[in-house]
């Protein structure tokens, strides 16, 4: 009787056992890896933190900082005296301008809040000296009621460069000031608002008052500038930004108040002539 051969079962690959072996590590290597991006980012933004933490710690760094929050404390003391003198000469506005002088006053503690919070003394005595020119033509001004010229000064000169410096300063400063410096700001674009419809709805009248303004007082703020450049770059501001972010707000305001584009460029010259 002839033996039947059993059929030979084919050996059972292992391969398929592999695949997927190497498909759970695989996905397991890749897990791990992106735990490892994550934890790295993390990492990074600590140091970061920790980075930021210990520059404002610095003496560097206290030593420019004390200089700048004087110079705004200092600022917002000037805006709050100027407003309440403005209230005087516009009796029909006193009650705002009152009103603005009050939250100029509150920009002020919160600024000196935020000198407290690095333990940084503010240098009042160059900030009064820095704010000293432009604090004496509006005082002159205001003495011969030279109401235009008094707002040319305050409500856009100084107010603008307080907009273009806050606006930089914000994405430099340290947590606490960040937030003091992001509710200043807001309050400045009114002030600077009463400025321009004052102004525009008496530009014929004092349009040739407020090109003899601009000649005399642009100039200063470029100064101004100059002499802070270095302290203002200590706390990661640059000249040039503040430069630009100033004239494109006096630029703006120029324009809402009637001047034409062409008369913008020739009294924005004035700084640029001193600058040179």
Known sequence: MPQIEAPIKPVESDQETVDLTQQVDLKQVFE?????????QQVIEIEDKLSNASCFKALTYKDAYSRINGIVIEGEQEANDNYVKLAELLPSDKDELIKLSKMENRHKKGF???????????DMEFATEYFAQLHQNFKDAAEENKIATCLLIQSLIIECFAIAAYNIYILVADPFARKITEGVVKDEYMHLNFGEEWLKARFEEHKAELQEANRQNLPIVWNMLDRVEK???????????????????YGEALDNIGFTTREIMRMSSHGLKSAA
Do not use: R, S, T, W
């Open 32 to 40: 791990l890896n992106q735990q490892l991006v994550d934890l790295k």
């Open 112 to 122: 000196q809040a935020c000198g407290k919070n690095l333990e940084v003394a503010p």
């Open 231 to 249: 302290d203002a770059a200590i706390l990661g501001m640059e000249k040039e930004a503040l430069v630009e972010d100033f004239m494109i707000a």
